[in-house]
């Protein structure tokens, strides 16, 4: 028998609550008849129902979604590549830029991301024509730019820990470079990229910074929606939204878990 | 009972007109500034267990990786089976490897490793399958071919591994410290199937060890070497026998190295003046100049206990016993001279224990016959 150490005990309780309670009191007032955020008068779900017809925010909610999907893929791709290049290919020439590069986005604050890419959009409009005004095109390069980092973090790692040998062995039994890439490295960096695409689309999900920068009138993403309506005071319809969201963000955190987990 | 295949009256590698399967021309590689194949020339004949023996870092891995076409030499040429591959890439080369972490795919079953290499030379269905039975079959593994690597033991590992670079027929397998992961026990039954299974097939072997027990039990031929380059290639036999330097001689086994100057020959023999003051008397068939500064190497268990002393003293050393290590089997007993000579002597022991003649602390003399090491100049 484990003897319990109640200081420990308490400590751990405590950090739960503190990570969880504002997350579980959110999904609890999602089920509160009441109008008034902070009166509990009943079990309900028709703040859930007034959301299916609230056209404003399921717009918004449906640009996220469709800006995060896109993101994902192409940051998976553009990480992926860049983590083989430094992980496989040795000190070629402009390594220690491409990783600065990679770096960059990392610590940079979002604020500065944002306005410096709102510098570039406009300045690019004014030269060549494009982007033809901002929205979904530009919010997505946007989240690629600093998505694309992080999926090479977690490719990159996930590549370095995998035995060379056995992608000479694959060469060594006669599989040409592209066979071996895509029957033994894709399928053992597997789990990393679904866990990179993951990454991306849930930081893309939730983005209120950059793309506030970057997004322009007709672009409305879900962050934008909920941080200008709460300006106004909370409505329930909000904390319905926002379960739903946490419910798809903890789906994704446990998928990712777990094919990280597999081997 | 299996029985042996004949022995040839010469071995292929003596045989003025056998030709070599693998032909390595003055292999050089680089890396940056260092070279871990230096200048390497070797032959090696077809159904040869041929291995490589060195310490860490004496470049016999990387001459194993250019054999297996996984790194390109700086300069030299490899001659595979009458064929220049020395730009072929590995995966056009007849020549399959096994690694040392054996490499098996973690997301395949054991007959999909094996299926691998069949599939990419895009063989019929039915003859991969056939393959691949008689490979679980050859390597008793059948019971294992639908399990993944992580759920095998070491020793299951190493024969999937085995079974997957032999399906292919290879023409030369490389097997890179085949035995290294498995424990003792194992390593010694392995030791003994995997010369079993080479005679059985017939297939060249080329294995890199630093074990140089591994490498006596199973080399048809050993080819030790340091800082890139080959000191000595010879039957296990004959490198332990008849050492060609210093290097070796003191590589392989233990060895006493008394030093001295040679004062005259007889015949086949030469006369040796001792550092440790005593005339040496031993064959060599080299042309020494008298005056040239040698090195006599026996080998611990080729020294005898003088029975009958005086005579002429020559071969002959004088001493106290100042360590014995029982083995068992044998004992080891360190002599050290009245000049401070450290001689090192092995008996067999044939009386128990507690009836040996020698004890510690006790004078003794011990000799050798001109017949039992070896004359070496460097």
Not at chain 1, 96 to 116: F, K, N, R
Not at chain 1, 142 to 148: Q, R, Y
Not at chain 1, 202 to 214: G, Q
Not at chain 2, 241 to 254: K, T
Request: glycine share 8%.
């Amino acid at each position: 028998m484990k003897r319990r150490s109640w200081p420990l005990l308490s400590i751990l309780v405590f950090g739960y609550a503190f990570l969880y309670v504002p997350i579980l009191l959110l999904i609890l007032y999602s089920f509160n008849e009441s109008r008034l955020v902070t009166v509990w008068s009943g079990f309900s779900l028709k703040w859930y129902g007034e959301l299916l017809h609230n056209r404003q925010l399921l717009d918004a909610a449906w640009l996220s979604v469709r800006i995060a999907a896109l993101n994902a893929s192409v940051a998976v791709v553009l990480g992926t590549l860049a983590a083989n290049a430094l992980v496989r290919h040795g000190r070629f020439r402009g390594r220690t830029g491409l990783e600065l590069l990679l770096t960059a986005p990392l610590v940079m604050p979002d604020v500065i991301i944002g306005l410096s890419l709102l510098l570039l959009f406009v300045t690019l409009q004014q030269t060549v024509g494009w982007p033809d005004g901002r929205g979904f095109s530009t919010i997505t390069i946007a989240h690629i730019t600093f998505s694309l980092a992080y999926v090479a973090v977690v490719v990159r790692s996930r590549l370095a820990r995998m035995d060379v040998s056995l992608e000479e062995a694959a060469m060594d039994l006669g599989a040409r470079p592209l066979t071996v890439y895509l029957r033994i490295t894709l399928p053992l960096i597997a789990p990393a990229l679904l866990s990179g695409w993951l990454l991306a689309f849930t930081l893309s999900l939730d983005d209120l910074v950059i793309a506030s920068f970057v997004s322009g009138p007709g672009a409305t993403t879900l962050p934008m929606v909920i941080y200008s309506s709460v300006r106004m005071g909370v409505s329930p319809q909000i904390n319905a939204l926002a379960t739903l969201v946490v419910a798809l963000v903890a789906v994704a955190v446990v998928i990712a878990g777990l094919s990280m987990r597999r081997r | 009972m299996s029985s042996l295949p004949d022995r040839r009256l010469l071995e292929s590698w003596q045989d003025p007109k056998a030709a070599p399967y693998v032909r390595i021309e003055r292999l050089t590689k680089k890396f940056g500034d260092v070279y871990a194949v230096d200048d390497v020339s070797l032959n090696i004949f077809q159904g040869e267990f041929f291995s490589l023996l060195g310490s860490s870092g004496c470049g016999k891995s990387t001459l194993l990786r250019l054999l297996a076409g996984l790194e390109y030499p700086t300069s030299g040429r490899i001659h595979i089976d009458g064929v220049d591959v020395t730009d072929v890439p590995p995966y056009s080369r007849p020549v399959n490897m096994m690694f040392q972490s054996y490499a098996l795919f973690p997301h395949m079953t054991v007959e999909q490793n094996i299926d691998f290499g069949l599939r990419q030379d895009r063989l019929p269905r039915r003859e991969r399958a056939e393959r691949i039975g008689e490979m679980l079959d050859l390597l008793k593994i059948t019971p294992l071919r639908k399990r993944r690597p992580d759920q095998l033991s070491g020793g299951q590992r190493q024969r999937v591994a085995l079974a997957r670079s032999l399906a292919k027929h290879p023409k030369l397998l490389l097997l890179d410290e085949p035995l290294g992961a498995l424990d003792k026990r194992l390593r010694e039954n392995t030791q003994f199937e995997l010369v079993n299974l080479q005679e059985r097939l017939g297939t060249t072997f080329v294995t890199v060890t630093h074990d140089q027990e591994e490498a006596m039990t199973m080399s048809s031929r050993i080819a030790i070497m340091e800082a890139g380059q080959i000191m000595q290639i010879d039957t296990p036999t004959a490198i332990y026998e008849f050492p060609n330097c210093r290097f070796v001689a003191e590589f392989i086994g233990s060895v006493n190295l008394f030093e001295g100057k040679i004062v005259e020959r007889q015949g086949d023999q030469v006369l040796i003046e001792a550092q440790f003051g005593g005339l040496m008397r031993m064959r060599s068939f080299q042309p020494h100049a008298i005056g040239t500064p040698v090195m006599v190497a026996i080998r611990p268990e080729k020294m005898r206990l003088c029975e009958t002393p005086g005579g002429d003293g020559v071969n002959r050393l004088q001493g106290i016993v100042e360590d014995i290590a029982y083995l068992g089997d044998v004992s080891i007993y360190r002599i050290r001279t009245g000049s401070g000579l450290l001689a090192e002597m092995t008996l067999t022991n044939i009386q128990p224990r507690t009836e040996q003649a020698l004890t510690w602390e006790q004078e003794a003399v011990i000799e050798w016959s001109p017949t039992s090491g070896v004359v070496l100049t460097e």
